[in-house]
C-alpha cells in the first residue's frame, strides 16, 4: 500500500476554520479519487467528502456542504479539506482513504459506494469547542 499522511487537525473554537492535508506523494497512477471520513465515538465511520482527480468529480455529505471545500494540488499528490464554519458536531477523528482504481468517468462517490477497497491514513483530531 502506498503511504497516506495526513495532517491539519487541532482544537478550535466553534465558528474557526481548520484545513486537514492528505498526501500521498508516492503514488504514480494518474486517475484515483480521495475522500474524508470522520468517526466520532459512539458514532458511525461517516463519508464527508470525495473528489476524483481525473474526474474532477466532487461529493460532500448534508452535513458539510456550503462549510467545507475539498480540493487538490496534483503535482504534490496532496488532497486538502478547508473546514469553515466549524461547530462542535463536527468534533471526529477524520481519516483520509485513497483509491488508487481508474474511474473510467464514474464519480467518486459512486466508487466508494461500489466497495472499492481504499488505502487509509492515519487519522487526525479535530476537536471543536463550545
Known amino acids: 500500500e502506498v503511504p497516506v499522511v495526513e495532517s491539519g487537525g487541532g482544537l478550535v473554537q466553534a465558528g474557526g476554520s481548520l484545513t486537514l492535508s492528505c498526501a500521498a506523494s508516492?503514488?504514480?497512477?494518474?486517475?484515483?479519487?480521495i475522500a474524508w471520513f470522520r468517526q466520532a465515538p459512539g458514532k458511525e465511520r461517516e463519508q464527508v467528502s470525495c473528489?476524483?482527480?481525473?474526474?474532477?468529480?466532487?461529493w460532500y455529505t448534508d452535513s458539510v456542504e456550503g462549510r467545507f471545500t475539498i480540493s487538490s494540488d496534483s503535482a504534490k499528490k496532496t488532497v486538502y479539506l478547508q473546514m469553515n464554519s466549524l461547530q462542535p458536531e463536527d468534533t471526529a477523528i477524520y481519516y483520509c482513504?485513497?483509491?488508487?482504481?481508474?474511474?473510467?468517468?464514474?464519480?467518486?462517490?459512486?466508487?466508494?459506494?461500489?466497495?472499492?477497497?481504499?488505502?487509509w491514513g492515519q487519522g487526525t483530531q479535530v476537536t471543536v469547542s463550545s
Open positions: 482513504a485513497v483509491y488508487l482504481v481508474p474511474s473510467d468517468g464514474v464519480p467518486c462517490r459512486r466508487i466508494i459506494l461500489l466497495g472499492t477497497k481504499p488505502t
Open positions: 508516492t503514488i504514480t497512477f494518474e486517475d484515483y479519487s
Open positions: 473528489l476524483g482527480i481525473s474526474d474532477r468529480s466532487v
